[in-house]
């Protein structure tokens, strides 16, 4: 899963909340986001240091493979793993927030 299918998760979940509560789209952003901060806005930094390390990544692994001077095969490895271990924990998060978000919706009043 990508960060882009990971942020329109979260795009959707902030509509139907918003929808839940009765407010417009915006409305519903400003309140997840809690003004300047939040957790919308936590949520998005994660995503974006998930992505640059993906970039990250795969820049020193093509650098490896046209044999520029300076990039280790060892290097290369751990930028990967942290890689990977930052997508798999983002795709959790994700996953957490999903059963939360239907566990909320499915409480009666």
């Known amino acids: 899963m990508s960060v882009m299918a ?4 979260l795009q959707q979940l902030q509509v139907l909340a918003g929808q839940a509560a009765g407010q417009s789209v915006g409305a519903a952003e400003t309140a997840l986001a809690g003004g300047q901060g939040g957790f919308a806005a936590e949520l998005r930094a994660s995503l974006q240091r ?6 990250t ?19 290369v490895m751990m930028d990967m793993q942290k ?3 930052a997508f798999q924990m983002g795709v959790q998060v994700r996953n957490r927030l999903l059963t939360a978000y239907k566990d909320v919706m499915n409480m009666q009043v």
Do not use: N, T, Y
């Open 6 to 9: 990971i942020q329109s998760a």
């Open 83 to 85: 890689a990977s271990i």
């Open 50 to 55: 998930i992505d640059q390390l993906q970039r």
């Open 57 to 75: 990544a795969s820049g020193k692994a093509l650098a490896l493979q046209a044999g520029e001077p300076g990039v280790e095969l060892p290097d």
